[in-house]
């Protein structure tokens, strides 16, 4: 194994893969749309109902 590659690590921003994957869904299936900003609102919902 090469010693340079050992202590590679990729760390990815949760919200930006999440809004190009939607961004992305909704280039392609424009009725995705609905269900996107439905799902997201009902997951916003829920972890605001139990902070921390």
Known sequence: ML???A??????????????VAGISILVVPKLLNYIIAAY???VGILGLFPG
């Open 7 to 20: 202590d590679f690590t990729v760390q990815f921003n949760t919200g930006a893969v999440v809004a190009l």
């Open 41 to 43: 609102l009902i997951v």
């Open 3 to 5: 010693p340079y590659l």
